[in-house]
Every structure is written in C-alpha cells, then in structure tokens.
T-cell receptor, first 112, second 115 residues
Framework: GQNIDQPTEMTATEGAIVQINCTYQTSGFNGLFWYQQHAGEAPTFLSYNVLDGLEEKGRFSSFLSRSKGYSYLLLKELQMKDSASYLCAVRDPDSGNTPLVFGKGTRLSVIA | SQTIHQWPATLVQPVGSPLSLECTVEGTSNPNLYWYRQAAGRGLQLLFYSVGIGQISSEVPQNLSASRPQDRQFILSSKKLLLSDSGFYLC??????????????FGPGTRLLVL
C-alpha cells in the first residue's frame, strides 16, 4: 500500500525556523516532492529530492533519507507570507498509473 | 516557458446538471496531464491521468469522466452532478525531468459548488 504522513498543523513565529516532517511507505520510490499551497490557490512546486541528503534553495531546504522513508522541509527566517499548507508527495513507479502520491498537507501558521 | 490554463475559475451548478471543465497547456509538447480534486480540509485526490491523446487512466470510479481530444487539452466532464462533486478541481501537467523525476505543475484551479 501507499501511505504519506505529515502533521496536520504547525505554528511558528516570524523570523524563526520551522521543520515540517514527512514519512512515507510506498512500494517503490523515485523521488519526493514538496509543494506550497496558499489558501484558495493551487499548489506550487518547491523542491525535489531523489538522493539522500539536503537540497537548499534560498530560505527553503529539503532533506531526504530513503532508508528511513523520511523527509523534512526546513523554512528559515519565517515570513508572514509563508503561512500556507505544505504538501509532501512521493513518486512511486510501482503504483501503475498513479505517478505521485500526496500527503494531506501541513497547515503552517506564522505569527508575529 | 510553459503555462497551464483552467476555466472557469469558479462555477456554481445545480445537482443533476452537466459539467465541463477545460484545461490547456502551452509551451510544451506531449505532456502528461492530470485532474485532481481537493475537497475542503482534505488532500489531493487524483481523478484521471493521461499520457497522450485519447489515453485516459481513471483512478477513482465515480460519475466523472475525462477526455483528451488534443495533445495539450484535457477536459473533465459529468453528465449529472452530485452534491459530493463540490470541491477544488486542479489540472496539472508534467514532463520527465533530466533527473528522472516527474515534477507536476498545477493550473489555477476551478472551484465548483454544487447546490
């Protein structure tokens, strides 16, 4: 089967650092994606990891451990505009015609 | 650069009425195309997936259907809407990336309310 787990909600303070975790159990693995989705809008692509380690892109970084089925998204120097849902998705090539499996998302609230 | 369009942006329809949502992609050829639904407070549910013209894979059996009459056009339809069809409908496209992944890029979405 396929399962993606993320915390439902998180709250963090402006200027701080927050880590959003994602664990997955899938038959196969060919990459993990993070998306940002502001309320009422479509998801936008943030990052892609296929090898173990940390990928850094400005204030956002994403980490992957394939052996642990674990990833995190790290947001630094939080800004109010970072308040959004963050979706973790795994590409499972063994799942036939379903190329990405999405988690339910983590709703992040940034407070002053 | 690639762009993806969806229309309409918002739609209010009575129960039992038909539905047609359209999605088009520009700036790429032979994309993979997807229809998702996102109900309030829930995750993204993949509805249909297409790798080429006339090729549709259905992920969830329901009263919706999809068609791909042209390479960069994907249509979501229903003959009779149900209340449970209300939600945020998202079209996405992807192409194989150089790293072997398949990043999906989403359109702006259509918010459907069935009354």
């Amino acid at each position: 089967g396929q399962n993606i787990d993320q915390p439902t909600e998180m709250t963090a303070t402006e200027g701080a650092i927050v880590q959003i975790n994602c664990t997955y159990q899938t038959s196969g693995f060919n990459g993990l994606f993070w998306y940002q989705q502001h309320a009422g809008e479509a998801p936008t692509f943030l990052s892609y990891n296929v090898l173990d380690g940390l990928e850094e892109k400005g204030r956002f970084s994403s980490f992957l451990s394939r052996s642990k089925g674990y990833s995190y998204l790290l947001l630094k120097e939080l800004q109010m505009k970072d308040s959004a849902s963050y979706l973790c998705a795994v590409r499972d090539p063994d799942s036939g015609n379903t190329p990405l499996v999405f988690g339910k998302g983590t709703r992040l609230s940034v407070i002053a | 650069s690639q762009t993806i369009h969806q229309w309409p942006a918002t739609l209010v329809q009575p129960v039992g009425s038909p539905l047609s949502l359209e999605c088009t992609v520009e700036g790429t050829s032979n994309p993979n195309l997807y229809w998702y639904r996102q109900a309030a407070g829930r995750g993204l549910q993949l509805l249909f997936y297409s790798v080429g013209i006339g090729q549709i894979s259905s992920e969830v059996p329901q009263n919706l259907s999809a068609s791909r009459p042209q390479d960069r056009q994907f249509i979501l339809s229903s003959k009779k809407l149900l209340l449970s069809d209300s939600g945020f409908y998202l079209c996405a496209w992807s192409a194989l990336s150089g790293r072997g992944g398949e990043t999906q890029y989403f359109g702006p979405g259509t918010r459907l309310l069935v009354l």
